[in-house]
């Protein structure tokens, strides 16, 4: 059905995102690809100065290696990115870039600061060009 499909994965969240990664290998064409992603989150400079140097580094090491374990446990047979920024930017830039038709997102518990969707999909579903499904 689809032939690029993105799965960003917050590695504070793997089990949401081990669950869009199967709805991610249910919907893949054959031949078609998966992307999974993680953005490291930029940190300001007021706060880095407190932070040992290579802490970016390390938390892409992190991501990847979190990922990769996330590629063998499902047999996903994904490609892994990882970049550094804004969550949701980062999501629609790699979405772009890969030209890629659906990106699958994980929503956010509903609390009082972001009822529904959480920041993050809700970003995406306003901003994305190509279709996104929200898994609940
Ligand atoms: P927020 O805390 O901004 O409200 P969400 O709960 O909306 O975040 O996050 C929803 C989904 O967005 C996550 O399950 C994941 O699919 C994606 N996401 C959030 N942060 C990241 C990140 N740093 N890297 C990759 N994907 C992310």
Not at 33 to 46: F, R, T
Not at 109 to 115: A, C, H, Q, T, V
């Amino acid at each position: 059905m689809y032939k690029k499909i993105i799965v960003p994965v917050d590695i504070g969240q793997l089990d949401k995102g081990e669950k869009i990664l199967a709805k991610a290998i249910e919907l893949v064409d054959d031949g078609g690809s998966i992307l999974l992603l993680n953005v490291a989150e930029d940190i300001p400079g007021y706060i880095s100065i407190e932070l040992p140097v290579d802490f970016i580094e390390a938390s892409i090491k992190e991501a990847a290696e979190q990922l990769t374990a996330l590629n063998e446990k499902t047999g996903a047979k994904a490609q892994i990115l990882t970049r550094v920024g804004s969550p949701a930017r980062e999501i629609l830039a790699a979405a772009e870039e890969n030209a890629a038709d659906l990106v699958i997102i994980a929503s956010h518990r509903p609390d009082f600061s972001n009822y529904l969707l959480g920041s993050t999909a809700d970003r995406v579903v306003r901003h994305a060009k190509c279709s996104v499904l929200v898994d609940r």
